[in-house]
């Protein structure tokens, strides 16, 4: 039997894990301070556990992710069969010195090994430090458009 819309298992799936490794950047959806809706693309690292997402110590959606740590992360493709994956959770943040070990990995895995050490160089020149946002999922979902569709075609 398939695994159901919101089980975290679903993060094992074939259509998961063609797009965990992708280099799709994630969008990272949360509540800003008012209330309102934030989107924001961003780059990824899956743990097998977890997602590590790395920002500057000074970024505004830092502020509310204290205030409301509940997001959404989503990876989609652009090519018919669409393929989406959408995670609830909760945000962590810590702050580190230098560039987090998974950002580094994220910046190899989106522009290639040389280009994302120069990467990883030149943010080391530019801040003293990054904060590390861990996201736990709680919820996983899947559409592929071949055997798994949004609620509102399915039977």
């Known amino acids: 039997m398939a695994t159901m819309q919101g089980d975290v298992a679903l993060l094992k799936d074939p259509v998961a894990q063609q797009l965990l490794q992708s280099t799709i950047p994630a969008r990272l959806a949360y509540s800003w301070l008012d209330g ?9 690292h899956w743990t097998g556990e977890h997602f590590v997402l790395g920002t500057p110590p000074k970024a505004p959606k830092l502020r509310a992710l204290a205030k409301n740590p ?22 962590s943040v810590e702050m580190v010195d230098g560039v987090p070990a ?30 590390r946002i861990i996201i736990r ?9 071949e ?3 949004a609620s509102a075609l399915s039977s």
């Open 36 to 44: 309102s809706p934030r989107v924001v693309p961003i780059w990824f």
């Open 70 to 91: 509940s997001v959404a992360l989503t990876i989609d493709d652009t090519a018919w069969p669409y393929k989406e994956l959408t995670v609830r959770g909760t945000a």
């Open 102 to 131: 998974e950002y580094a990995a994220a910046a190899r895995r989106y522009f290639g090994d040389e280009q994302g050490q120069a990467w990883v160089e030149q943010v080391l020149q530019t801040l003293p430090g990054m904060a």
């Open 137 to 145: 999922p709680d919820w996983v979902g899947i559409l592929d458009f």
């Open 147 to 149: 055997t798994r569709f």
